[in-house]
C-alpha cells in the first residue's frame, strides 16, 4: 500500500466516509475495469508552442464550454433540485472565467484588456470532450442528485489531468506555470464538488 494512498483512505474516512478501500500492491494489484480513452484525448489545441496568453484562452473557452453544457442540462431537467444543482456547478465556472480574465489582462497590454476572451470558440469542454457528444452520453445524469456530482467531479478530474499534461508538453516556462496554477484551481473545485457530494449522501 503507497503512503499517499493510505493518506487520502484516512482523510476519506474522517470526512465520514463509511466505505474506503486502500488497495493492497497499488495500481498494479487492480483487476476491476480500466480507464478508456485514448491518452491524447483534449490535445488536439496544443502544439506545445502556445505562449500563457494562448493557453489562457484556450482554458477560458474550455471554461466557457462547460458552462454552457451545464446550463444545457439544466434547461433538459425536470425538478428543482437538479436545476439549482446544475446552475450551481454553471455558476462555478463563470468564477472560473472571471479567474482567467484577470490573468489574461494580466498578461496583455492597453487595448487587449477586457477584450478578446468572449470572442474565442473553442468546440471542447473542460477534460477535453465536446459538449455535444458529453451531452448525448450523459443525458441519464440530469436527475439523480449524487450522480450529477459525480459526473461534476470526473470532468474536473479529468481537467485537471488535462492541464496537467499540457504543462509537460509546452516549451514556454510561464505558460508551463500558469497550467500546474489552473490545474490546483481545478482541484480546489474538486475539493468543493467532493463537499457537495458527501453533503447529499449523509
Do not use: C
Request: a negative charge.
Amino acid at each position: 500500500m503507497g503512503g499517499r494512498s493510505r493518506a487520502a483512505a484516512q482523510v476519506l474516512a474522517g470526512k465520514g466516509f463509511r466505505e474506503v478501500y486502500n488497495l493492497k500492491g497499488g495500481i498494479r494489484a487492480w483487476d476491476g475495469l480500466t480507464a478508456k480513452g485514448p491518452s491524447e484525448m483534449g490535445m488536439s489545441f496544443l502544439t506545445g508552442e502556445e505562449t500563457a496568453k494562448e493557453i489562457v484562452i484556450i482554458a477560458y473557452g474550455m471554461e466557457e464550454g462547460l458552462g454552457a453544457f451545464y446550463r444545457k442540462m439544466a434547461e433538459m431537467a425536470d425538478h428543482a433540485e437538479a436545476i439549482s444543482l446544475f446552475e450551481q456547478l454553471a455558476g462555478f465556472e463563470d468564477h472560473h472565467k472571471d479567474r482567467l480574465s484577470d490573468l489574461y489582462d494580466a498578461l496583455v497590454s492597453g487595448t487587449e484588456k477586457g477584450e478578446g476572451l468572449d470572442h474565442q470558440v473553442v468546440d471542447m469542454m473542460e477534460g477535453g470532450f465536446t459538449p455535444r457528444e458529453f451531452l448525448e452520453q450523459n443525458q441519464d445524469a440530469i436527475g439523480d442528485l449524487p450522480a450529477i456530482l459525480n459526473m461534476a467531479m470526473m470532468l474536473e478530474a479529468q481537467a485537471m489531468d488535462l492541464y496537467h499534461r499540457y504543462a509537460q508538453k509546452v516549451t514556454e516556462e510561464k505558460a508551463q506555470t500558469l497550467l500546474y496554477d489552473i490545474a490546483e484551481e481545478e482541484k480546489m473545485h474538486l475539493n468543493r464538488l467532493g463537499e457537495l457530494l458527501q453533503n447529499n449522501l449523509l
